[in-house]
Each structure stands twice: as structure tokens, then as C-alpha cells.
T-cell receptor, first 115, second 112 residues
Framework: NAGVTQTPKFQVLKTGQSMTLQCAQDMNHNSMYWYRQDPGMGLRLIYYSASEGTTDKGEVPNGYNVSRLNKREFSLRLESAAPSQTSVYFC??????????????FGNGTRLTVT | AQKITQTQPGMFVQEKEAVTLDCTYDTSDQSYGLFWYKQPSSGEMIFLIYQGSYDEQNATEGRYSLNFQKARKSANLVISASQLGDSAMYFCAMREGRKTIFGAGTRLFVKA
């Protein structure tokens, strides 16, 4: 029962490098999300995809791009990494935007350090 | 503007006692959902409890209950009979429309 799978678990980048964080869910969920977690700031929404084929900006989208590749997969790309993007990144999914009572299911997170 | 406010960065509670973690929210929507999640030191996010904006009764799940005061826009989490394993970060979250946003969290320490 995999749930939400994120890769990689850890990554170190140099300033200016690019990378893509991968996320896949096997629960047939419609909606997927990317959050970043920083000390004292909780989880902040970067981008989300309410359904296959749609993506929307969240609270902190600058410096990121996303792709909803299909219903299962939602990737997050850093085109030119900056030290301010050092964070723990979580992918999450839920059944659908219209189902208010459906909780988020989270991946185990990616710890990214940008030097 | 901050939509979810958790005013307690850290809380201590004695084992077997009850503790209340505060959460206030701001929304103009009539239909929304409120959630609490737990994050142990291992880092995973665990769903604890849900309260819908139209629910008239406070939600309960085992030792967790949600003190929902709609007019005051508060959704406090009550943990009864605290256990050492309850030591963790706790996040309040709100779903309005298509997205879910989180508060800054409260770190709970349970003392033996």
C-alpha cells in the first residue's frame, strides 16, 4: 500500500542548479499538492492541481514550476535553485476538491539543501 | 494575510493530563473544512480529526476532540489523557475551495 511516493528523499544542490521533485499516488485521487515546510512557518502551499490537466499557484509559487503529468503524477521543478529554497518539500493528494471532508495524504518529504 | 493562526509555538503537558491546542482561522466562505495533523519527530504527516463548517456537533476521534466555535472562528484541538507518544508538532489546516492551507504549528511536549 504505497500511498504517496516522493523522490528523492534527500538532495543537495548548488545555487543555480535545477532539479525536479517527483511525486506519484496510487489512490486514484484527483487533487495533488506541493508544500514546503520551514521552521516556524508551518506548511506553505507552492502549487496545486485540483484535477488532471489543471494547475494553480499557491501561497509561495515564485521560483517553482509544476507539471501534472497524468492523474497519478505531479512533479515540482526548480529551474535555478536558490539558498532560500532550502526546505523540506511535501507532496500530498486528496480525493477531490469538492470533498471537503477528505484529508490530505502526504508523502514522506524531500529534504533539499541549496548551497 | 495569515488565515490560520496557531498562537502557541510550544506547549508542555504532564502525562495523563488533557491539553488544548489553539487554532483560529479566517475565511469568508460558508463552506469549509478544518483539519488537525500530527507530525512526529520522524517527519511524516498524520491526519487526526476533521470538522466541517456545517457540522453542529464537535468532532471526536478517540482521545482527540475538536472544540469548534464557529462564531469565534476557532477550532481548538483537545487531547485527553496525554501520552508520551503525543509529543510532536501539531498543525491546524483549513480547506476552502480547492486548496488547503496550514498554520505555523504548535510543538507539544509531554512530560513523564
Amino acid at each position: 500500500n504505497a500511498g504517496v511516493t516522493q523522490t528523492p528523499k534527500f538532495q543537495v544542490l548548488k545555487t543555480g542548479q535545477s532539479m525536479t521533485l517527483q511525486c506519484a499516488q496510487d489512490m486514484n485521487h484527483n487533487s495533488m499538492y506541493w508544500y514546503r515546510q520551514d521552521p516556524g512557518m508551518g506548511l506553505r502551499l507552492i502549487y496545486y492541481s485540483a484535477s488532471e490537466g489543471t494547475t494553480d499557484k499557491g501561497e509561495v509559487p515564485n521560483g517553482y514550476n509544476v507539471s501534472r503529468l497524468n492523474k497519478r503524477e505531479f512533479s515540482l521543478r526548480l529551474e535555478s535553485a536558490a539558498p532560500s529554497q532550502t526546505s523540506v518539500y511535501f507532496c500530498a493528494s486528496t480525493r477531490g476538491a469538492g470533498r471537503l471532508n477528505s484529508p490530505l495524504h502526504f508523502g514522506n518529504g524531500t529534504r533539499l539543501t541549496v548551497t | 494575510a495569515q488565515k490560520i493562526t496557531q498562537t502557541q509555538p510550544g506547549m508542555f503537558v504532564q502525562e495523563k493530563e488533557a491539553v488544548t491546542l489553539d487554532c483560529t482561522y479566517d475565511t469568508s466562505d460558508q463552506s469549509y473544512g478544518l483539519f488537525w495533523y500530527k507530525q512526529p519527530s520522524s517527519g511524516e504527516m498524520i491526519f487526526l480529526i476533521y470538522q466541517g463548517s456545517y457540522d453542529e456537533q464537535n468532532a471526536t476521534e478517540g482521545r482527540y476532540s475538536l472544540n469548534f466555535q464557529k462564531a469565534r472562528k476557532s477550532a481548538n484541538l483537545v487531547i485527553s489523557a496525554s501520552q508520551l507518544g503525543d509529543s510532536a508538532m501539531y498543525f491546524c489546516a483549513m480547506r476552502e475551495g480547492r486548496k488547503t492551507i496550514f498554520g505555523a504549528g504548535t510543538r507539544l511536549f509531554v512530560k513523564a
